[in-house]
């Protein structure tokens, strides 16, 4: 393989540096790719397992509903089961991941096309792609959510579709229902901050074009399957951008069949036309958003090849209701994006994090923006316009939190907003939002709207009543001692100074602390005051 070496890994690579670190779980067990083998991963997000215990599973034995055997082994949860899968993907430790794409967005890489590919090993082409067992129907593809979703869906996609103006090629990680051997339906959202495929869509319908070249890569290098979900702006050919995360041109191939150029070690390649005259319906499917879209006219696609690895491996996003394989993969690719924005983009100063929210509401409605304190009100409402405004389709609430709040822990928002926001001042709800992604009523034409709040300490506040950090620590010795539960600390664990303290109180709480509780009576009797009314205030130092 002379003229495709490379310097990043491939889906194969991947999977076995997540088998070193004991990330896949392999099942050699027969499963059926239709009614088991999503629900049987979904466990993994919905039975009390934590995080970092998520795994990615490759199933080597795969049936469909009718007991037919697959030949090729499916691969779930590889790209974002977690956190940990995905910066593996990435090469980055996990603090390192915003860092990568920040500069991989500034410093785009064009890819470099080669003659041979893996993923020209195997080509199915004409009548080689019709009837049962053949073309499509050769491939497992699982269904989501077995009870609702009408068709096998291809979810781990990178979509390509080419801009037939400029030439410049887009990626987008969309679904497609498979419907014959040699036909399937795309879905490309049409909304505000929807699909760029669907811009290209467009172009192709003004000139008076009957058809759209596409190209459904599965199975992409992670560097590259990467760049199907991320938000990049319209223009930008993602593939520079992959070559710029794994900091070397990536391999490409032209396509057999149509004029695209896909990444070399893809592990499958579909490609065709999609109508743009005629539409079909697709769905219903387990959505990202948590509900399940209903049935709705998308995009065919009619099959004029397929080709593939040796040994391809499928891979399959777990979706729906977050967390789920495709709320990590978005949320780790999206944050950075809304904290460069608001920092370089806007230049709000003090801004430290934004956290979209992901169990139940995935990403897209609730964003958390936490900020320094002492941050001036109007940069904390510029974050809160800022992050709100970015996108059309994310940011429905926003709520702006100082760094001691946790934005995943959802009591410690509610306690920011019961103690720190007064509604009248802090709260503003703003005109005028499309529905966004989310369930069918989308299309009804109804408006949203959006919510603000500033939850932000406006003055200092007495410390948060927990013992401090050192009494905490040296009693969790004694607890392991004692060999109690184990415990996993929420935050806040321990308590701390929240601006309004005073080093009398510090010496005060040491001695209390160290026995010598005495020394502090003989102090406060010092201090005694005649005529004065209980409760009134008295600050050490300062009357
Ligand atoms: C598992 C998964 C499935 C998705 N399905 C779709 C889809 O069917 N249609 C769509 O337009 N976007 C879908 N998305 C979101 C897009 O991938 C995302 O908006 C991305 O920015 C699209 O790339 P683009 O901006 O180049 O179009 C999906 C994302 C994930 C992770």
């Known amino acids: 393989m002379t003229n495709s070496a490379r310097p990043y890994r491939d889906l194969h690579d991947h999977l076995d540096a997540l ?19 999503h629900p049987l991963v979904r466990w993994q997000f919905v039975g009390g397992v934590n995080e970092p215990d998520r ?32 910066s593996i993907g990435m090469r980055a430790d996990v603090d390192d991941i915003q860092a990568k794409w920040d500069n991989a967005i500034a410093h785009p890489i064009k890819p470099r096309v080669v003659a041979d590919a893996p993923c020209h090993d195997v080509i199915h082409e004409g009548r080689d792609l019709i009837g049962e067992g053949k073309g499509l129907d050769r491939l497992p593809i699982p269904v989501s959510t077995p009870g609702f979703d009408s068709a096998p869906t291809l979810t781990a996609t990178n979509v390509v579709t080419k ?8 990626m987008g990680t969309y679904r497609a229902a498979l419907k014959a051997s040699d036909r399937l339906v795309v879905r490309m959202a049409t909304r505000v901050g929807g699909a760029g495929g669907y811009q290209h869509y467009l172009a192709h319908k003004k000139r008076g074009d009957a058809e ?79 509900h399940v879209a209903l049935e709705e006219y998308n995009m065919p696609m009619r099959v004029t090849a397929i080709t593939h690895r040796a040994k391809p491996v499928i891979p399959s996003y777990i979706s729906q209701v977050a967390p789920s394989e495709s709320s990590v993969i978005k949320r780790v690719a999206y944050e950075p994006l809304f904290l460069d924005h608001l920092k370089n983009g806007l230049g709000v100063k003090g801004v430290k994090r934004v956290s979209l929210h992901e169990p139940l509401t995935g990403l897209l409605r609730v964003t958390t923006i936490v900020v320094e304190r002492g941050m001036p009100r109007t940069e904390v409402w510029r974050a809160l316009y800022g992050a709100a405004f970015f996108k059309g389709d994310c940011g429905k609430i926003c709520i702006a939190v100082n760094e001691d709040i946790d934005p995943d822990n959802s009591d410690a928002l509610l306690w920011a907003l019961a ?64 060999g109690l539960p184990a415990l996993r600390p929420q935050s806040p664990w321990f308590g701390y ?8 109180w510090d010496q005060a709480a040491e001695r209390a602390a160290s026995g010598r509780y005495l020394e502090n009576g003989r102090i406060s009797a010092q201090q005694r005051k005649k005529g004065l009314v209980p409760e009134t205030k008295f600050r050490p130092g300062e009357d």
């Open 212 to 290: 759209m070249p596409c190209a459904i890569v599965l199975g992409c290098p992670p560097a590259v399957a990467f760049m199907g979900p991320q938000k990049l702006p319209v223009g930008v050919d993602e593939l520079d951008v992959a070559g710029g995360l794994v900091g070397a041109p990536v391999n490409i191939v032209r396509c057999r069949t149509v004029d695209l150029m896909v990444p070399a070690e893809a592990e499958v390649v579909i490609e065709g036309f999609i109508d743009t005259e005629y539409v079909e319906p697709e769905a219903p499917f387990g959505e990202s958003h948590g």
């Open 419 to 482: 103690y720190r926001s007064n509604p009248v001042k802090d709260v503003r709800a703003v005109e005028s939002r499309g529905q966004g992604h989310g369930p069918k009523r989308e299309h009804s034409g109804e408006e949203d709207s959006t919510l603000l709040m500033d939850a932000t300490m406006k003055s200092d506040m007495p410390p948060l009543a927990l013992p401090k950090k050192p009494y905490m620590e040296s009693s969790r010795k004694i607890w392991e001692e004692l």
């Open 497 to 504: 100074s929240l601006g309004d303290w005073l080093p009398q």
């Open 163 to 170: 801009d037939p103006v400029t030439g410049v090629q887009n």
């Open 19 to 37: 088998r070193e670190a004991g990330l896949l779980v392999t099942v050699d067990r027969q499963i059926d790719k239709d009614a088991e083998l």
């Open 55 to 86: 795994k990615a599973f490759l199933f080597t034995n795969i049936v469909d509903g009718l007991g037919r055997k697959y030949e090729f082994p499916v691969v779930v949860g590889a790209i974002a089961a977690n956190r940990r899968i995905y």
